[in-house]
């Protein structure tokens, strides 16, 4: 199993990024994916997550109405659109799938939220 994220950077607040993370080694179509995020001096938390059928999503209160997550199965990728993007979302983002008990992260991309 491998998770690999990119499209972090910097940005102003109010701005907006997509994070992708391409997935390889199991069958990406049939699993729930989920983002996290760790921000400096906090615990890693929980952003959101897509089902595996119908493409059913959650979403944490703290980004409900901006962010939104989907994916495509075809590129085994997951998907992280980051609207209206506050100071307050400055993290390490990481997207993680979980197999049998067993959790996988990828590596991590940051995103500065900053002026």
């Known amino acids: 199993v491998q998770l690999v994220e990119s499209g972090g950077g910097l940005v102003q607040p109010g701005g907006s990024l997509r994070l992708s993370c391409a997935a390889s080694?199991?069958?990406?179509?049939?699993?729930?994916m989920k983002w996290y995020r760790q921000a400096p001096g906090k615990e890693r938390e929980w952003v959101a997550t897509i089902f595996s059928t119908a493409g059913n999503t959650a979403y944490a209160d703290s980004v409900k109405g901006r962010f939104t997550i989907s994916r495509d199965n075809a590129k085994s990728t997951v998907y992280l659109q980051m609207n209206s993007l506050k100071p307050e979302d400055t993290a390490i983002y990481y997207c993680?799938?979980?197999?049998?008990?067993?959790?996988?992260w990828g590596q991590g991309i940051q995103v500065t939220v900053s002026s």
């Open positions: 993680k799938v979980t197999q049998r008990g067993l959790e996988y």
């Open positions: 080694g199991f069958t990406f179509s049939i699993y729930g």
